[in-house]
């Protein structure tokens, strides 16, 4: 995002939407207690117990998170030079969506789907990783994922296979009076397997479907290896090219080999760190 | 599969089984658009609710899928040049799979089973595969896990007398009184375990039982990373393979060895980047 | 184990231990038929039903196959020269504990722990292996399992601390009265949980009880990633070690570098397959 | 820490902190025995039956135990300089905690919770394995954990997030009458599917909510390939550094380049294996 040229504005943004001054830094840790305490709050409003002793109480934290973020959220409007860019980017979104539930609460009946929306507020927690020296270690899984996407859609693909086709087979052989009433219902029950998670709140009762269930398991606790090893290629192989090769101090060249003493592009000496 | 010498064959054959022309790429999307429209419609078949209410629309709905797969499959043996070749090949099966129980249906009253054949046509999205960037990484993890299926038969077997001797360990201790009516059963119960799946349709109550089950959690735990390890390692080989070695910029030869300095095949000095 | 010298022995040895002839094929591939229908036959005697209706039957074919084990025990010890070394050898156990049960039986009323050390018969299926080209595979993960045995111990260490100390603050938060009646019932929840089995035959009910559940399965979701790495690490070494080096032809010394062309011990040059 | 100068007190720390002579070696194996056995008079107490029968003898056990750690404290403190470095070292803590609850039980009628922190008393056996040669094998394990300990932690952080979301998706979807009573609950729900431990206690009834636990299934069985990534890499580079690497024979400096042929430090040849 660029930068308002001077006066407040500039001043502004500095604290804000960055971190590298006192007062940038105190207003980023500010505002991630604020998005915690907020969460809390909301989380806390959900409990049937809370609600009915303190619901007062939490009714005026809501209102006092509320206004602040809806300052925050007008400050923020007002030091960017592109207002339109700021409010449709995905934290504009978020940042909206954190305050608007309360006001709508005003005029609706509080439903729980408000409560829900403001919950989403922990995604503004992410917008402030940026201060901290988490942002190469989350750049990094980021580009990990990223290269290994098209292999983790391909085996998704697969699982997504084998699971209807597992979930029809067993529809068929436990059939409705054993739990597995429709075939969406058995393939739900097929990925709880499939996944190792196991709820158990449907089980095949029936020697063949135990058999196939038992084929299922074994083939789950197997293929969980696949994205492991996906991930784990991808991982080493982002970290090799960032961290081993230097960048050659003439032409910029990177990823040299891993004993290249000079660039292979232009025979400058590499500096090794 | 060969290509057929010319005619109108020829451009049936390249509009079917290919996908690099504009009226190829159009047949393959309306092609896994319907098999994923004619899955769904399976699938809402079996619900209960859904099929009393709206069964008949459905029963339409299957046969105007039906006939269009018929169709795609008269016109696929037609434009074939090895059409027994075709019939008996895996997608060739499939294809009649796919169309097969309604036919069925008409003369016998619809069963559960004819619903789960149908719903075998989900496999045939596999063979559209071809038509997007998707077919490398396809081939990449199938590679990956062709070469590390022998460790993984080897690993699979050491499972399997784990777990028989377990389940039978278990169903001596606990016995019928606790749920281990059978060694069968007790088997699918070390099954269940061992991957960590845990439905907790069955579970040990005595003390001794506990302990040993205990042990069997923690190795399947543990255990686990043993297919993990195998093809995460296959599947860095595999790629190694694929991105490391050079191609020869004589002949065109890919694969080298990691540290081939000539082309094995015509003496080509190789160019390593 | 040394071969017997000449005669009927040393042709009896070869067809009974060794896999390199017609007959020693023939016979290993009869053993392994004949294992797998007594481990089922073994099986099927515990389902109460079948029990009922084919008992006779499988008393029948259980003594057969005794009879069949028995003879081929007295023939491995007859061909044997070290016979004290072959009897009290892990497979020579097995091989008696295959068919001590059965005769036990006919002097004791048939209880279900001679039918569990029937079951054991599976682990000879183990010995057959030798013949198949799975052996390098199963010395492969032997290598590796052997390689990583240390850090993995230190790991189940570290992860019995973990749910001794886990185990306990449960016992104390949720009390007897929500399932976790002593501490080794609830260290027993505590693997269950860390191994991510979750039966759900106990869970917590208290909401700090909850929260000390969650932060166990967090836990144990992320430590499975160390006997993982352990094992990956450990099997990539080992097949490193096996495939990259060829041996020097003059000297026979392994182990060179991936990239030495000729031994670094004698001098001779490496031949690459 | 440092050790006493001479007489008596440097003898006894030879014998207690160290286990380079027979009479240390001796101490460490005892101490481990005592701790173990302690330990486990602390479970049996804790089973109600047990502890009925005997209560009096493990009364006995528990005192005599107690008895020697707490000459055992003593001794320790005798003999180290810095007193006071050593009672508020973690391990000082440990020892103090293991011998306080049966003192102060002598005053307070004996209560779950001082049962508790005896157990803890199994973190003292962490100290002991500075004597066997494991302590290597552990320093790896915990400097690979250390290495990858930021990108776990924005691993947690992420996951933290996608729980809170889909905690609060589910308590709207599913609501109280499903046992999702409030989102801290629902957050509990989403943490045992996520982690696919699945108790079963609590499951989704509705087919939305069903949905949306196969999404956060699958999720979660995906994503544990990241840390399984992460600490597979940081492990691998970690034994690198550690095996790899010549020690130089001049000057003794480590951890050299891969393909370093001379100490960069002093400039001998470095003599690789």
Redesign the interface.
């Known amino acids: 995002m660029k930068k308002p040229e001077e006066g407040w504005r500039r001043k502004l943004y500095t604290i804000i939407f960055e971190a590298d001054t006192p007062a940038g830094k105190l207003f980023d840790v500010v505002l991630i207690a604020s998005i915690i305490l907020s969460?809390l709050a909301?989380?806390?409003d959900?409990?049937?117990s809370i609600r009915q002793d303190y619901g007062s109480h939490l009714y005026i934290v809501e209102w006092f998170f509320t206004i602040l973020f809806t300052i925050e959220y007008v400050l923020r409007i007002a030091c960017v030079d592109n207002k339109r860019g700021y409010i449709f980017s995905f934290f504009g979104i978020v940042d909206f969506l954190a305050i608007i539930p309360t006001y709508i609460g005003l005029f609706l009946p509080a439903s729980?789907?408000l409560?829900?929306i403001r919950?989403?507020r922990?995604?503004r927690?992410?917008r402030v990783?940026k201060l901290v020296?988490?942002i190469n270690?989350?750049n990094?899984?980021k580009e990990?994922?990223k290269a290994s996407r098209?292999?983790?859609?391909?085996?998704?693909?697969?699982?997504?296979?084998l699971v209807?086709?597992a979930g029809?087979?067993l529809?068929?052989v436990e059939?409705?009076e054993n739990g597995f009433?429709?075939?969406?219902?058995s393939?739900?029950w097929a990925?709880?397997?499939?996944?190792?998670?196991?709820?158990?709140?449907i089980?095949p009762q029936t020697?063949l479907g135990?058999?196939l269930?038992?084929l299922i398991?074994?083939l789950?606790?197997?293929i969980?290896?696949?994205?492991?090893?996906?991930?784990?290629?991808?991982?080493?192989n982002t970290?090799k090219s960032q961290l081993i090769s230097p960048m050659c101090p003439s032409c910029g060249k990177e990823n040299h080999d891993?004993?290249a003493l000079y660039c292979n592009q232009c025979g400058s000496k590499l500096l090794k760190e």
Request: without cysteine.
């Open positions: 969460v909301v989380m806390l959900s409990v049937q729980r789907y409560l829900v919950s989403l922990i995604l927690i992410f990783l020296q988490y270690e989350a990094f899984l990990a994922l098209r292999k983790i859609f391909v085996f998704l693909f697969a699982v997504m296979t209807v086709i029809s087979l529809y068929v059939g409705a009433t429709s075939i969406p219902r393939i739900y990925i709880v397997t499939l996944t190792t998670v196991g709820f158990g709140d089980a020697s135990q058999a269930a038992s398991m074994i789950g606790y197997g969980i290896a696949v994205p492991t090893g996906i991930v784990s290629y991808e991982m080493s970290l891993v004993d």
